[in-house]
């Protein structure tokens, strides 16, 4: 059965909106990184990309979006397990929306598991989300405005000044490509908090037949 749900059309779906953004709401009040709007579009523009480098059709991609844009809701619920939470509530939302179950299915799946103490990649959809969401690392998503205040995440995303995620010209790697203030965050203290997300990048990359890299200031570090 064809579903009529697509990523424009959870874009305007007022109940979704909301719990977006009352998910980052409660993020914001524990003092997280931004996790709004502008996180969960870039990590559905990233997860698109992929898919479609890869060549899988546009049907995939779309469910891609949907997962990317609804896989932070779970955050409303608690931080801790909102990836299952949020799976939880994403079938619900989707099931009265009669989306198939079959696409419930991966975009559920893909939402159950993305987060890297939990998280696996289980099919292209799942891989593309971890990818996507665990590359978005830059400055706009710090909130807090006090340098002096800063901790370990918010130095190393503020030290982020250009970040980007592309394939090499054989679609061989995947790439995520930054320019890092060094006098801001070292090198090392990136990898000490996002080692484990880069690492899930690699096998999430594996599973779709590719290699993960990285580049930082011009230098390949993995």
């Not at 779970?74 to 939470?85: F, L, T």
């Not at 994403?90 to 989306?99: C, P, T």
Request: charged fraction near 25%.
């Amino acid at each position: 059965m064809a579903s009529i749900v697509t990523y424009k059309y959870i874009k305007q779906n007022p109940d979704i909106m909301e719990y977006i953004r009352r998910a980052d709401k409660a993020l914001e009040a524990l003092g997280y990184t931004e996790h709004s709007f502008a996180h969960v579009e870039r990590v559905a523009a990233t997860s698109a990309l992929i898919l479609e480098s890869l060549g899988f059709d546009e049907r995939t991609v779309e469910l891609a979006r949907i997962a990317s844009i609804m896989h932070d809701i779970g955050n409303v619920i608690n931080r801790i397990d909102h990836a299952q939470s949020g799976a939880v509530m994403a079938f619900r939302l989707l099931d009265n929306l009669h989306m198939p179950a079959s696409e419930i299915c991966s975009i559920i799946s893909a939402i159950g598991n993305h987060d890297e103490g939990t998280g696996q990649p289980l099919d292209p959809i799942s891989a593309a989300l971890i990818i996507g969401d665990k590359t978005d690392v830059r400055r706009s998503r710090v909130r807090n405005t006090d340098l002096l205040t800063f901790d370990i995440h918010d130095r190393v995303n503020y030290a982020v000044e250009v970040s980007k995620v592309y394939f090499n010209e054989k679609k061989t790697s995947i790439i995520l490509d930054l320019q890092i203030d060094t006098e801001i965050s070292s090198v090392l203290e990136y990898f000490e908090i996002f080692m484990n997300r880069m690492l899930l990048c690699r096998r999430a990359s594996e599973f779709l037949g590719v290699q993960f890299e990285m580049i930082i200031n011009g230098s390949k570090i993995l």
